[in-house]
């Protein structure tokens, strides 16, 4: 039940990883039932044990405007009482059996889980299935869990100066998307939360038709989707399926600089996002090259910067480069740095500048390429190894419009990108009017 911030990153690099590596696909089963309501089985017959993950295909971007945080107040609520069940009941069935459950919120979905014992599977469901449509709404529910969200809040970015600017960075970049709203909410809008805001969300987007229910462990699909049918096969929707009306950004043409110094910052940080489409929002191609791109600059251990900047120069103690790209609408590719020992920040500022100048003007190689690919493949080749894995990442695709045959066909695509392709898409979006670039810095006696 805690906000995942990093979620996004780990699920890009995830979803990339799993694609490259050569080891057998998932066996995936996939079945809607009748109310709309999807069921993936990803059978996993290593160890006796199952992942249940339900995932909703709303998140932090469709709060409406004003009550920024309801997606993620529902993290809370959906622990508390329902019409069949005490407040605990659900978790403490899942503590009893030694099993395991979390929840997690981001700005396209909200997804709960547990990891129990295949015999659990049928209860976990129909524990799953109440909650959907049978949660209680009340002050006394709602006003005590507003103050943990508050609390929760304060000690995860009021005490935190890199949160702090991370979210003012966020609202600058995404101007008039939904994605410039912090997913926990402003504070000043989570106070207002209320009963009437609660129930109208909860009836809008808590509903088969918007649900992902995901299975990998040691299981057969014809059970898993029989249990299925029985549980939330069950449930009738009270509304129709629902459009996203999000607002959209134009086209960014003026680079922006946002500062922040602060007395609890004791060593000094810079970064920089340039705007860049994501894997739903990317013309054919464009992110594989983009994430290997981002491989290139700045995202392992034989990249540029870490070659040039860390190692070489040392004038960072950590530096790199990252790409946003799992998210159902533009990500970004990020740049950071922090310096190391006596160096200034506006030397190591000025040295990744220029490893972005010459990638933009001289391109990058045959050789570059090849190793960014066997560098991914290395990192995380062993994804498939983790059950809660598997299920995260085809939830999180399947949640943000993607399907179960990106995953077969991804591998080609990714071995098809060429030289042009990444220096391409470097001389693109790798501009500075697309940029929003920021300083933490501490604060000046």
């Known amino acids: 039940m805690r906000l995942i911030a990093s979620l996004l990153i780990f699920l890009g690099m995830t979803f990339t990883a799993l694609a490259q590596t050569d080891a057998p696909e998932p066996d995936i089963s996939s079945k809607t039932l009748d109310n709309g309501l999807r069921v993936v089985v ?3 017959r290593r160890a006796p044990v199952v ?46 059996i030694g099993g395991q459950e979390n929840a997690f919120t981001s700005s396209d979905y909200t997804a709960y889980y547990q990891k129990v014992a295949p015999s659990a599977l049928p209860t976990m469901m129909r524990f799953e299935a109440d909650r959907m449509r049978n949660l209680v709404l009340t002050d006394e529910q709602i006003l005590p869990e507003r103050e943990v969200i508050l609390e929760e809040r304060s000690s995860r970015v009021d005490t935190s100066p890199a949160a702090i600017l991370s979210e003012f960075v966020s609202a600058a970049q995404y101007v008039n998307h939904p994605y410039g709203r912090p997913v926990i909410g402003w504070e000043n809008e989570i106070r207002k939360l209320d009963r009437e805001a609660l129930t109208a969300f909860y009836d809008k987007w808590y509903q088969p038709w918007n649900a992902i229910v995901v299975v990998a462990g040691d299981v057969e699909p014809d059970a898993v989707f029989e249990m299925a049918a029985n549980t939330y096969g069950k449930i009738v929707a009270s509304t129709e399926p629902s459009e996203r009306n999000w607002t959209s950004d134009p086209e960014p043409v003026v680079a922006k600089t946002l500062s922040y110094s602060d007395p609890r910052v004791t060593t000094p940080s810079w970064q920089r996002r340039f705007h860049a489409p994501s894997y739903m929002t990317a013309e054919q191609g464009e992110a594989e090259a983009l994430d290997l791109l981002a491989s290139i ?11 040039n900047i ?17 998210s159902r609408a533009d990500g970004f590719i990020g740049i950071y740095g922090s310096p190391r020992g006596d160096t200034e ?3 190591l500022v000025a040295a ?11 391109g990058v190689s045959q050789e570059e390429l090849d190793r960014a690919r066997q560098a991914f493949i290395r990192s995380i080749i062993y994804s498939q190894d983790s059950q809660v894995a598997l299920a995260r990442i085809f939830g999180s695709v399947l949640s943000i419009g ?13 071995r098809s990108v060429t030289v042009e392709d990444v220096n391409e898409v470097a001389r693109k979006y790798l501009k500075e009017n697309r940029s929003v670039t920021s300083y933490l810095l501490p604060e000046q006696g």
């Open 345 to 347: 920040l506006e030397t």
């Open 51 to 96: 992942t249940h993950m339900i995932w909703y295909k709303v998140g932090g971007a469709d709060d409406p405007v004003g009550k920024s945080g309801i997606a993620h107040f529902f993290e809370h609520m959906m622990f508390k009482e329902t019409s069949n069940h005490k407040k605990g009941e659900f978790s403490g069935a899942v503590a009893e």
């Open 42 to 44: 990803i059978p996993d």
């Open 310 to 326: 860390i190692l070489e120069n040392k004038l960072a103690v950590s530096a790199g480069a990252y790409y946003r790209g799992t």
């Open 352 to 362: 990744l500048d220029r490893e972005v100048e010459r990638l933009v003007s001289d």
């Open 402 to 414: 993607g399907t179960v045959e990106d995953f077969t066909q991804w591998p080609e695509r990714l």
């Open 297 to 307: 600059l700045g995202g392992s251990v034989t990249s540029r910067i870490h070659k």
